[in-house]
């Protein structure tokens, strides 16, 4: 997938005012209509003007794209970083738009995602009606560990803005979030009244934050079970060891049985992400070889290769 540059689409500098950019779309949607241009791509130009434009008039699918496009050249290969949107408080239907498949494989990545229908309805109010109150939507990281404990986070959202210029800007508003415990990847807080008001001082819609983890260097998370990858010395795996291991509520003692092979799974039952049932913690063994950087390490290998006889590939008749 290449990135697009859709300043450059529609010929404007990245620092345009709302005003400039829909001048300049105007323009350039009269000279290549299909309906009267003579341009053999006045079609394919006409879709590509149309696509930037779906995202520079909106002032947060604007400031999301330029913080995400900060790197990139039109043309380059590109595909969107893991969770590139979280941080980003938006409005109603925020980054996503229904039209989506009409445009690039690049639009369609990053803004054609749909949140569920629940959360498309409004109190009194529609997605297209700025007048009523709106539910706002925010997706934000935390650690896994969080989800163990419960804790209280300090988190700090951006909210995209037009200034009195017309230039769209970012401005942080910071959040004292109680993070449940055994919340769950997808899953999503409510923090009521925090969206925004009517005009006419209706009643604030809410916040919603969709939560997703922080990568971790240790642990793998799908659904509530959690994955550890735990290396192990050849000893433990074929003589049996009890060892500490770590998990993301504290250290616990676990028995590796005798003659484990590597990428055997030793099930912890109940000790994933907490809840009402709770998931399980996978130990993964991969078996570790000690380096031989000397000559006695050497030795004892070469000790091993004559004594056990061992050959790995038996299996595949060689």
């Given at each position: ?28 949607a009269r000279k290549y ?44 290969s590109f595909t969107p ?6 941080g980003f408080e938006f ?228």
């Amino acid at each position: 997938m290449e990135y697009k540059d859709y300043y450059k689409l529609l010929d404007v500098s990245k620092d345009a005012t709302q005003k400039e950019i829909k001048r300049a779309y105007r323009k350039l949607a009269r000279k290549y209509h299909p309906d009267v241009s003579s341009e053999a791509d006045a079609e394919a130009r006409f879709k590509e003007m149309g696509e930037a434009y779906e995202v520079l008039k909106d002032p947060e699918k604007r400031a999301a794209y330029d913080q995400l496009g900060a790197n990139y050249q039109a043309g380059q290969s590109f595909t969107p970083p893991p969770d590139w949107d979280a941080g980003f408080e938006f409005s109603g239907g925020g980054f996503t738009s229904e039209n989506a498949s009409q445009y690039s494989d690049f639009f369609e990545n990053l803004f054609g995602q749909q949140y569920e229908p629940e959360f498309r309805q409004q109190r009194g109010a529609d997605f297209n009606n700025p007048r009523g109150a709106q539910d706002h939507h925010a997706k934000v990281l935390i650690d896994l560990e969080d989800s163990y404990l419960g804790v209280s986070r300090a988190i700090t959202l951006r909210v995209p803005e037009v200034d009195s210029q017309g230039h769209v800007t970012t401005k942080n508003r910071t959040l004292k979030v109680r993070i449940p415990k055994g919340v769950r990847q997808g899953q999503k807080i409510r923090l009521a009244g925090q969206g925004s008001p009517g005009i006419h001082n209706e009643k604030p819609g809410d916040l919603y934050l969709e939560i997703e983890f922080n990568s971790h260097s240790l642990y793998k998370v799908e659904g509530s079970d959690v994955y550890l990858e735990l290396p192990v010395a050849p000893w433990e795996a074929m003589l049996g060891a009890k060892i500490k291991v770590p998990t993301p509520a504290g250290n616990i003692d676990l028995s590796i049985p005798s003659e484990s092979t590597s990428g055997r799974k030793l099930r912890l039952k109940g000790r994933g992400i907490p809840g009402k049932v709770p998931g399980d913690l996978y130990v993964v063994l991969r078996i570790a070889l000690p380096p031989a950087k000397t000559e006695q390490a050497r030795e004892f290998y070469q000790k091993m290769e004559q004594e056990l006889a061992f050959n790995p590939r038996e299996k595949l008749g060689v």
